[in-house]
């Protein structure tokens, strides 16, 4: 994610050593790739099938004269967006040599933009809304769609099973899923916010969560399957990560979350777990 409150340093820095390894070839195991914001889906950070043995060494880097967001790492390419100006561009790079393969701008009222990977191609959504799939291999726009009734959007898309989901603010806040193969919406639910949750997807359901707000929807329908209003939450929407393999916090995956409690602006550390299937609290 590009050009929102917490700025990456504007290099792109690839560290790699002999101690990289892989239980089986890395690049076989998608699970091992990373695709989204968080590495996948789920944005717990998990890479399946790697181990990393320090100490490591800088392969390469690339300067850009604006902040870079996260890296999408695919088989050989590694893709990023960066803002040079008043603008962003998504950037494949070799992930080998740091050399780029192609560059593509993308357009907008303020300079950011987030992406994904899914299935061939990288999605970008800009500040405005519009979603634009690219050709992974040449950054050629496939199809190119406007996500309506927002004009604000700053939640980096998940693209997963086909669909591209998103979620966008300024009048409430709305989430969305869009059809991967040729930009099609097939769903949208309304929202408080909108801003700054970037979907997380589990097989069933699509998880956002806004200040006091915390969603879960059908990821394949729409239909909402819980709303969580346990009050205490200020400020802005965030994403929040789940998944087994990680202890999740807010809406999570594969079972349950964890949310921890504020009064007063303080993190008392106390707990709050919700059964991901129904919300239940526990």
Do not use: C
């Amino acid at each position: 994610m590009v050009g929102d409150g917490v700025r990456f340093k504007q290099a792109l820095v690839l560290l790699l050593l002999g101690g990289l390894t892989s239980a089986a070839p890395a690049l076989a195991d998608a699970g091992s790739q990373s695709v989204a914001y968080q590495l996948n889906p789920a944005h717990d950070g998990y890479a399946s099938g790697v181990v990393i043995a320090p100490p490591l060494t800088r392969a390469w880097s690339d300067a850009f004269s604006g902040a870079v967001s996260y890296p999408l790492v695919v088989g050989s390419t590694v893709y990023v967006s960066a803002v040079g100006g008043s603008a962003t561009t998504v950037d494949a790079l070799d992930r080998a040599t740091g050399a780029t393969r192609w560059q593509h701008a993308i357009g907008g009222t303020y300079p950011w933009s987030g992406i994904a990977y899914d299935g061939g191609r990288v999605f970008v959504v800009n500040s405005d809304g519009l979603l634009t799939a690219l050709d992974a291999s040449t950054g050629d726009t496939v199809w190119s769609t406007q996500l309506p009734g927002q004009y604000s959007f700053s939640s980096p898309p998940t693209a997963v099973g086909g669909i591209v989901y998103d979620s966008g603010a300024g009048n409430g806040g709305t989430v969305y899923a869009t059809s991967e193969a040729g930009g099609a919406l097939l769903w949208s639910q309304p929202v408080a916010n909108g801003d700054n949750s970037s979907p997380a997807v589990d097989g069933s359901n699509v998880y956002v969560t806004y200040p006091d707000n915390y969603y879960a929807f059908n990821r394949l329908t729409g239909a909402l399957v819980w709303h969580d209003t346990p009050g205490g939450d200020g400020g802005g929407g965030r994403t929040h990560p789940g998944g087994r393999r990680r202890p999740p916090v807010h809406p999570g995956l594969d079972g349950f979350a964890i949310r921890r409690l504020r009064v007063d602006g303080r993190d008392r550390g106390s707990a709050r777990l919700h059964d991901d299937a129904r919300g239940r609290r526990r």
